[in-house]
């Protein structure tokens, strides 16, 4: 099996729209999406043996490095991919001169909170009612990793 992160470009946000659409009950827009390549961004798609199974989407500011959205499409979840994303983003937020980390994640999203427990990430604060959810709003839990 070969593992493979590419750089998104523009060219790419079209065929990651239907992984985005498939791993979030509110999805980014194609128009957001396409806002989040380049400049202080960096984004990577991941691929199995040539197909595309998820991508992550960073900002870098100074030296904080945000992620904005991390997927995997449902096909490939659960093979320890979003774990192996998740490493990539720390290793090239670290590289482009990170000192700090932050995510935020849907406080019922447990399988995603204990991936980013488990790289090291800790609660720092929580967002009230933050995320749309099917029957209201639903709190977002904001998380930060030291690098060393």
């Given at each position: ?32 999406f ?39 499409s ?11 994303a ?20 849907r ?37 930060q990793?030291?690098?060393?």
């Open positions: 099996m070969t593992l493979k992160f590419t750089a998104i470009t523009q060219d790419d946000v079209s065929q990651l729209m239907p992984i985005e659409n498939a791993c979030h009950s509110h999805p980014w827009s194609e128009k957001t396409r806002s989040c390549i380049g400049g202080r961004y960096f984004s990577y798609y991941v691929t199995l043996d040539d197909k595309i199974c998820g991508f992550y989407v960073a900002e870098i500011v100074l030296d904080e490095a945000t992620l904005m959205d991390i997927c995997i449902p096909d490939f979840q659960g093979q320890g991919l979003g774990k192996k998740l490493n990539d983003f720390v290793s090239k937020a670290q590289a482009l001169g990170a000192n700090t980390l932050f995510l935020e994640v406080a019922k999203n447990i399988s995603a909170l204990m991936m980013y427990i488990n790289a090291g990430f800790v609660e720092i604060a929580r967002r009230t009612g933050y995320y749309p959810s099917e029957i209201g709003y639903e709190d977002a839990i904001v998380m990793k030291k690098l060393a």
